[in-house]
């Protein structure tokens, strides 16, 4: 049996499970373990992705088969979804649609309950099922994320449109009504209670119900109501009347509003130089699937014109033909929208629309790839593969004796003088080392003096190290031009610092990424690298790490002095909403548990609200 691969090991070849749990999110989702062929190993499902994922890597408790599972692991892909349910259901799809070699030994996906629409010429049932299968023809909704869910459905099916549930053999044998007529959900058909015309209606409402179209329901059952009122048939009326209002109830409860359909929503996330898009694909309402891509691109390319580029690859450069959607979701205006959504309408031969201002379920879609295309890029960006490579390349590009195993960067921040507060963040061969950052309170210089502020936190840092009670550096960078690094140079030259190379970076005159300046304090010379340059992604990654925890540091100073509600400061909870949340969850440590389709049951707090909450109480 291979071993299992050692994840402190430095061997580039090996799957680096201590930096990609470090970024990885702790929201549901799914994810996809691959081989060093690119095959697919296994497919699964987390309430917690972080925490599942890492139970895999444990130094012991694993299971035989595990271990062989874990040998084999040369990359891993996540899929962020809205909640565990919505995991369960991808997860199912991504196992038929895949085949993992131990999905197939440890789950058996025909398992997974169904409601049975019955081939019954006049008087079709809608029973539960536990699997699929080919006998008997009729028709299958599914699958359902549980047996719970489909008892759900079923009840409310009974409810509002009185469809029988019994089996064929009882059905066939009934004399009499049995107790569901009596308790007003059956329509009893088994003694000809209902004409087959009138039961084929509720069938089909039934079935437009499972297929999530709710409005059309309800629009047909207006028009029902209307006619029998203007025949007086008042209790008819008042039968659709109940139906209409169960439907509404029911509607407003369901977490797929009815919009369902098919989509490719697409989503762009860019940081230290690395453009990511991501491709979740929607077919009937149901997301089956995301596929990541790391494009190269240029500097001057705006978001827009990336999308552009991006989709007309997609969807026209293969050899193979792709499917195209009606719908393809987009989160900025693509360069050029009109024109390629006529290119690929007549590609289609219909209608193919390219939109970005969307509500309800597109428009949790959209949220859902973003968070998706953030996530995909953190970890690719801590992967040690490309780590390693950017560090090789800072190596060769300031011409180093070796390459640079702990880098350090400075950045200062404060509002108009105020709280000004200094960061130091650490990068080392795995990526930042966040163990090792530091924020220092910047105190007894004139307000916004950044000069004065940098000379601080640096005699203050390496006065220490050369007492010998900090970690030595092997490369220091600071955010900021020459005066900035000016004063740097200076406190090394008292501090007798000759040995650490010091480097400026500058955002140069356009202050446009990719576009920086780096100064050599040895030299004084100015330099600019190639935008595509892994050296300066790695500076970008630094630089804008160091320029983040600065703001965040500055920020928490800020608010030391006032008591605040971990609620508040979240845009459009008021107090009357804070009480209100508080006192339906019973405290803040139940209303983190909870999710948004909970968190909506509160009086006042919308869909998107709710979405907002749980994003702030989660910290993304």
Known sequence: MPTRSDPESNN????????????????????????????????????NLKKRVGSYFRKTGLAPKTEALVARIASIEVTITGSETEALLLEQNLIKSLRPPYNILLRDDKSYPYIYLSSHSDYPS??????????????????????????????????????????????????????????????????????????????????????????????????????????????????????????????????????????????????????????????????????DYFPRYSIEQTEGELLSAFLGQYYFGGNTRREIPRDILVPVEVEGQELLARALTESANREIRIRGNVRGERRRWLELAMTNARQTLLTHLASKETVYRRLLALRDLLELPETPSRMECFDISHSHGENTVASCVVFDENGPLKSDYRLYNIEGVTAGDDYAAMRQVLSRRYKRMVAGEGKRPDLVFIDGGKGQLNIAREVFDELEISDIPLIGVAKGVTRRAGMEQLIDAMTGDVFRVPADSPALHLIQHIRDESHRFAITGHRARRDKKRRQSTLEGIEGVGPKKRRDLIRYFGGIQELRKAGVDEMVKVPGISKSLAETLYAALHDE
């Open 12 to 47: 580039i070849g090996e799957f680096d499970s201590k930096s990609f749990l470090k970024q990885l999110t702790e929201r549901p989702g799914v994810y996809r373990m691959y081989d060093e062929g690119g095959a697919v190993l296994y497919v699964g499902k987390a309430r």
């Open 126 to 291: 809608l029973t539960f099922r536990r699997g699929r299968t080919k006998k008997g023809g009729g028709t299958w909704f599914g699958p359902f994320p549980s047996s719970g869910a489909v008892k759900e459905s079923l009840n409310i099916l009974q409810k509002v449109f009185r469809i029988r549930s019994c089996s064929e053999s009882y059905f066939r044998n009934r004399t009499r009504p049995c107790l569901q007529y009596q308790i007003n959900r059956c329509t009893a058909p088994c003694v000809g209670y209902v004409a087959p015309e009138e039961y084929q209606q509720d069938i089909r409402h039934a079935t437009m119900f499972l297929e999530g179209k709710n409005p059309a329901i309800i629009h047909d059952l207006m028009n029902a109501m209307e006619a029998a009122s203007q025949n007086l048939e008042f209790e008819k009326a008042a039968a659709y009347r109940d139906q209409i209002n169960h439907l509404r109830h029911v509607q407003e409860q369901q977490s797929v509003d009815g919009e369902g359909g098919d989509a490719d929503v697409v989503a762009i996330a860019q940081d230290a130089g690395v453009v990511c898009i991501v491709v979740i694909i929607v077919r009937g309402g149901r997301v089956l699937g995301t596929k």
